[in-house]
Every structure is written in C-alpha cells, then in structure tokens.
C-alpha cells in the first residue's frame, strides 16, 4: 500500500516570499503520478500541480512548481511570490495509475497549513 | 469552467437516519468517486465508480454505505444508518479519461464543493 507523509503540519511566510511545502511517499511502483491539491477555507479542493513519475522534469504551473526526487521518493511544492490567496491547507497525493484493478484512487498526506502574512 | 456539483452542502441527520448525499459529475468524466474528510484530518478514499459499478472500494466503504447513478447524470452515496463517526465532509469528484484507458485520473480530479454532514 502506498503511503504519503507531510511532515510540517504547519507553514508560514511573508506575502512575496517563497515557500516551499515537503511531501515523502512510499510505494513499489515505477510509474505513478503525484498532485498537490490546495483546500483554502472555502474547503473545496483544487488542483494545483500534477508530476507524472517516468518525466524527470519537475512541472511548473505560474508560482508553483514542484522538485521531484523520486530515488528519494520526495515530491515538495515550492510556491514563489507568495499572495494572501494561497493561504489554504496544501495537500501532497499519489495516484497509481489507472487500469485494472486501480481506477485512480488518490492517497493523500495529512495536510501542510499554509498562512500568508501580508 | 465545467464543475462538479454537489448538494446539499450542509446536511444534518439524526443517528440511525438514512441521508443521501447527491453529486452531478461533469458530463462528459467517465470515473467517479467519494472521498470524505473528517474535520482537521485527511482526506480519505471511499469508493470508485466506474461503467455502472463500484471498481474499488476502502476499508471505510461499509455494508451501510453505497453508491449508485440512478440516471445518468446524478451520483449519489448513501449511508443507510448513519453513526456519530460519519460526521465528515464528503467529497465527490470525477476525472476526465478516455473510455478503456489505463489514465484514470492520471489529469487529476475535478472535485465538487463538498457535502458537510453533521450526525447528532
């Protein structure tokens, strides 16, 4: 079974600053997708950056880009310029892919806090 | 911007009530699924839902819970008999994939708003 952790169940930074959210999983697969998802106080959830494993290069979306180390099987989220808006819980999953048995069940980690100071 | 939607976006029930918790996936997403989050944990896998059948399910996914597409449009999950525990947000969400892919949601969800269920 795959398992993803978050290990700062809390961050904060400075409007304009940059931040950078951490996420470790475990899994057995070679091939595998991993998401960071943005909850603000609303609740819904948002995707915000998705990293499919057999790419090495790490996606960027505007201010968010991710490193994605997968020998040591980290996927953090780095958040650049940071705005009042991303104050939100930032949560890192794994997806195996989809296909027999699996239809693209998401695992999630416990969450990263994220408050934006102006 | 298609959305999922998901009503009602609060509920109240007493325990031992049957709810029904009901979502309209994006027309044209061929994979559906639940997730719920109990307040300040993280967010938890229930079910999957694919051509008319449940295609995986968590250890969470009890006899009291189940899911159905009644018409086409609408999902629904319903808990028959519901406990103090079941007090959660509930998330539905459906991905967008090509019929017969192995991609099932390898773009990412769509999720709806959430349906926060309060048991008393």
């Known amino acids: 079974a795959q398992t993803v952790t978050q290990s700062q169940p809390e961050m904060s930074v400075q409007e304009a600053e940059t931040v950078t959210l951490s996420c470790t999983y475990d899994t057995s697969e070679s091939n595998y997708y991993l998401f960071w998802y943005k909850q603000p106080p609303s609740r819904q959830m948002i995707l915000v950056i998705r990293q499919e494993a057999y790419k090495q290069q790490n996606a960027t979306e505007n201010r968010f880009s991710v490193n994605f180390q997968k020998a040591a099987k980290s996927f953090s989220l780095k958040i650049s310029d940071s705005q009042l808006g991303d104050t939100a819980m930032y949560f890192c999953a794994f997806m195996k892919p989809g296909g027999g048995t699996s239809y693209g069940k998401l695992t999630f980690g416990q969450g990263t806090i994220l408050t934006v100071h102006p | 911007e298609p959305e999922v939607t998901q009503t009602p976006s609060h509920q109240v029930t007493q325990m031992g009530q049957e709810v029904i918790l009901r979502c309209v996936p994006i027309?044209?997403?061929?994979?559906f699924y639940w997730y719920r989050q109990i307040l300040g944990q993280k967010v938890e896998f229930l079910v999957s839902f694919y051509n008319n059948e449940i295609s995986e399910k968590s250890e969470i996914f009890d006899d009291q819970f189940s899911v159905e597409r009644p018409d086409g449009s609408n999902f629904t999950l319903k808990i028959r008999s519901t406990k103090l525990e079941d007090s959660a947000m509930y998330f539905c969400?459906?991905?967008?994939?090509?019929?017969?892919?192995?991609?099932?949601?390898?773009?990412?969800?769509?999720f709806g708003s959430g349906t926060r269920l309060t048991v008393v």
């Open positions: 969400a459906s991905s967008q994939t090509r019929r017969g892919s192995s991609q099932a949601g390898a773009y990412g969800y769509t």
């Open positions: 027309s044209n997403h061929l994979y």
